[in-house]
């Protein structure tokens, strides 16, 4: 079944940290450029980062501002994003994409006292 499952979110307060997981399966996970999206209430879907199949490019939204750090371990076929310094405006549903292929269900991160 090709597939991909995230993992990691919750709540948490501002200024904490989570780290985000995302497995492949049913694909070539490794040869798979890989992304995060994240749609909060009201708004459309955005990407926050996005890295090629070896790790060797990526790119971040202007909004992560050194906080998020994405990143992947294709031996795990598994897709992360370490997200930092959190702020209330980062609340939403997190979405990891195989780039052209699948969608993963989401996550939900809420960041709030």
């Known amino acids: 079944q090709v597939q991909l499952v995230e993992s990691g979110g919750g709540l948490v307060q501002p200024g904490g940290s989570l780290r985000l997981s995302c497995a492949g399966s049913g694909f070539i996970f490794r040869i798979t450029s890989m992304s995060w999206y994240r749609q909060a209430p009201g708004k459309a879907r955005e990407l926050v980062a996005t890295?090629?199949?070896?790790?060797?490019?990526?790119n971040y939204a202007a909004f992560v501002a050194g906080r998020f750090t994405i990143s992947r371990d294709n031996a795990k076929n598994t897709l992360y994003l370490q997200m930092n310094s959190l702020k209330p405006e980062d609340t939403g549903v997190y979405y990891c994409?195989?780039?052209?292929?699948?969608w993963g269900q989401g996550t939900q991160v809420t960041v709030s006292t």
């Open positions: 994409y195989g780039n052209g292929l699948l």
């Open positions: 890295i090629s199949s070896t790790g060797g490019i990526i």
